[in-house]
């Protein structure tokens, strides 16, 4: 693990539209990091998965190495410190990019060579939301991934940032979620 000053932060953009309201949040967010952390931006619809197929029970049970644009996530993944899951509330859960990210790492986790989940432990899992109301319980779907996820791991949790934003833009006007993101990487 890389010490603190040289953290490296991954953003995960789960939206399938680009500058949305979650985006514009953990850019917001992202405004407070330390002048030497590192930060990488993926967006998951620019780096399609396909769907992931469960092989636990097929032959050896093995799953192949990641290749393509898994691999490039896997390598993402791997070299960061901090994960920054940002993914809109779609049905009260993560976005279909960003389920179809999380659910690779159940063949990272058996893919041979990978040793995905030992190296996972004691990195940072952190989320980040934009939802079209102002009951945040109604991502409780949500963090519940992202904080089981962690739990899982044994990844250090670093909380969910939420947000109120429908329209292109309505985040920027919800100046508890602002205030909260200028915090929210210090937590």
């Known amino acids: 693990m890389r010490m603190h000053s040289q953290r490296s932060f991954l953003f995960l953009l789960g939206s399938p539209r680009p500058d949305g309201n979650t985006e514009l949040l953990a850019r917001r967010a992202a405004e407070q990091l330390p002048a030497g952390a590192e930060q990488r931006w993926l ?51 993560v976005s279909t990019p960003t389920k179809h990210y999380l659910d690779h790492w159940s063949g990272w986790m058996r893919a041979p060579g990978v040793e995905f989940k030992p190296r996972m432990a004691g990195r940072k899992l952190w989320g980040i939301t934009a939802l079209a109301g102002v009951d945040a319980a109604d991502a409780d779907a949500l963090v519940g991934t992202l904080q089981k996820t962690a739990n899982y791991l044994r990844m250090e949790w670093g909380g969910v940032l939420t947000g109120n934003g429908s329209r292109p833009g309505d985040v920027l006007h919800d100046t508890a979620a602002l205030s909260r993101a200028k915090a929210f990487f210090a937590g």
Do not use: C, N
């Open 43 to 93: 967006r998951l619809a620019d780096l399609p998965l396909p769907d992931f197929e469960d092989l636990r029970h097929e032959g050896d049970g093995g799953y192949p190495a990641p290749t393509g644009h898994a691999e490039v996530l896997l390598e993402a993944t791997l070299g960061a410190t901090d994960l920054v899951i940002a993914s809109p509330l779609h049905w009260y859960s």
